[in-house]
């Protein structure tokens, strides 16, 4: 009996160790999205912000396709130790679930670790069209219904969400046509075949700066500095229109509390470099850190509501 006992409390004793220590090696983040996208650049300056804060390693592991399902299944499949983390956002902890019946993982499988940030998204057109702003893009919506079209960087990606929302919301009829990324939707509202177009700001201000498109309105409640001049669809006439891809790093369900914690308190003290956060910033990402128990609430609100617009829409589960 001694002996087991002995053996048990050594055992706990390297537990406790181990979740003290951590990291004592490298540590993974899995991305289910391509090299170059804004999950992949958030995702690696993060990293490199964490190695400094850590001193351990940290390596970015690309996992995409089926619209972030093969990379989150990767991560929620990990030993909970804390050496493998996804960063999650809509797709992989929301929409996923409710849009396909049969899903190779259960965003219950991860524990919330560290919100991150988010990213606003610009709804383009082209400087043509005889709208320049919200309430005028309304106004031609209602006179012309069924005429105007918007594309998404993909079905049940914010893109397609904050379509949904402003039709929606405003009463209008415009067809939404998905599109597996900025890559083919810039093409197409350029050369005519969509009238609008929800990007995210990273890839949308480039195009608005140099003539290529205008700008009709922000995503978020507030303006970002990364996009002068452009305005809140709120504050044009959508009162609390807002909507954006956002960005959290979740753990396999079973991680210790004392390894998410110290993640999530590792994220919060990164963002206090002044010159990190400018950095991080300078992308069109906005800092959006919260507790553990924040994120949970918050990936909670937005099932609800996305699960809302969704069914809105008419959208179900296949």
Known sequence: ???????????????????????ERPVKIIVPFSAGS???????????????????????????GASAAIGADAAARATPDGYTWLMGGPAALVTNQLLNKKLSY???????????????????????LPFKNIPQLIAHAKAEPGKLSYASFGAGTT?????????????I?????????????????ISGHVSLYFD?????????RAGKLHALGISTARPSPQAPGVQ????????????APWYGLVAPKGTSRQIIEKMNDSVARA?????????????????????????????QAQHARTQKLLQAAGIAAQ
């Open 38 to 64: 804004a999950t992949d650049l958030i995702s690696r300056q993060l990293a490199e912000a964490l190695r400094k804060e850590l001193g351990q390693t940290f390596v970015v592991e690309n996992k995409p």
């Open 159 to 171: 893109s397609h969400l904050a379509g949904e929302l402003l039709t929606q919301t405003a009463g």
């Open 271 to 299: 963002f206090d470099n002044p010159e990190f956060r400018q950095r991080f910033e300078s992308t069109g990402a906005e800092k959006y850190t919260m507790t553990t128990a924040e994120f949970s609430r918050f990936v």
């Open 232 to 243: 809140p669809i709120a504050d044009q006439g959508i009162a609390d229109f807002d909507i």
């Open 106 to 128: 259960d965003p219950a499988d991860f524990e919330a670790g560290a919100m991150v940030a988010i990213t606003p998204n610009i709804l383009l057109t082209r400087p043509e």
């Open 200 to 208: 995210t700001i990273m890839t949308a201000m480039p195009q608005v």
């Open 1 to 23: 009996m001694a002996h087991l006992l002995s053996a048990a409390l050594l055992g706990l004793a390297s537990a406790v160790h181990a979740q003290q220590a951590w990291p």
């Open 173 to 189: 009829d415009i067809l939404h046509v998905p599109y597996k990324g900025a890559g083919e939707a810039i093409p197409a509202l």
